[in-house]
């Protein structure tokens, strides 16, 4: 199985500042057809997780682009470039490369 | 845009069969292109993925469940279902079901319903 670690648990960030999540995998996450299977998911508050980022970088349908994600290999790291007060709730990376699906253990963000 | 539904029973007893079944609309299951799954989150904790099944019948578990878990296909009414064995409190959780594109990743997730294991 592929683990994924995510840092920190949680964050607490002034809007309109930015926030940093990690993402560590066990294995790297680049296929030989080029591509890297690492997901960004943000599960608000009573709701099921939406899909931000795929592929590392690429925003999904209506993401703002406030969202951005990095990275290569085992080493990958979602920004938001300015939070807002809607961007609160829990966000898990997740690696679709190898079977089982693998999820990180989720970074918890709060407003100050 | 696809919409899935979950629907079940929120109360199960130990040792019985949990069984839900989701609901796809605004696109048939049948058309290709996607894998179909679940995945539970168990209460104030991370996601589990559980498996998935493509609409030919093929499917692949999670082998931490393999053993308990069937996920089957009913494409006339464009639904998939899910029947977890042999359930203890540990099953206890919030299952969605939700959509897996052959390009990777979840894309679409059905709200989730809480499943709770207790006699």
């Known amino acids: 199985d592929i683990v994924m670690t995510q840092t920190p648990l949680s964050l607490s960030v002034t809007p309109g500042q930015p926030a940093s999540i990690s993402c560590k995998s066990s294995?790297?996450?680049?296929?030989?057809?080029?591509?890297?299977?690492l997901y960004w998911y943000l599960q608000k508050p009573g709701q099921p997780p939406q899909l931000l980022i795929y592929?590392?970088?690429n925003r999904f349908s209506g993401v703002p682009d406030r969202f951005s994600g990095s990275g290569s290999g085992t080493d990958f790291t979602l920004k938001i470039s300015r939070v807002e007060a809607e961007d609160v709730g829990v966000y898990y990376c997740m690696q679709s490369i190898q079977l089982p699906l693998f999820f990180g253990g989720g970074t918890k963000v709060e407003i100050k | 845009q696809v919409q899935l539904q979950e629907s079940g029973p929120g109360l199960v007893k130990p040792s019985q069969t949990l069984s839900l079944t989701c609901t796809v609309s605004?696109?048939?299951?049948?058309?290709?292109?996607?894998?179909w799954s679940w995945i539970r989150q168990h209460p104030g904790k991370g996601l589990e993925w559980i498996g998935y099944i493509y609409y030919s019948g093929s499917t692949y578990y999670n082998p931490s469940l393999k053993s308990r878990v069937t996920i089957s296909v009913d494409t006339s009414k464009n639904q998939f279902s899910l029947k977890l064995s042999s359930v203890t409190a540990a099953d206890t959780a919030v299952y969605y079901c939700?959509?897996?594109?052959?390009?990777?990743?979840?894309?679409?997730w059905g709200q989730g319903t809480l499943v709770t294991v207790s006699s």
């Open positions: 605004g696109g048939s299951i049948s058309s290709g292109g996607y894998y």
């Open positions: 592929e590392v970088s």
């Open positions: 294995q790297s996450l680049l296929h030989s057809d080029g591509k890297t299977y």
């Open positions: 939700a959509r897996e594109p052959f390009s990777g990743g979840i894309d679409y």
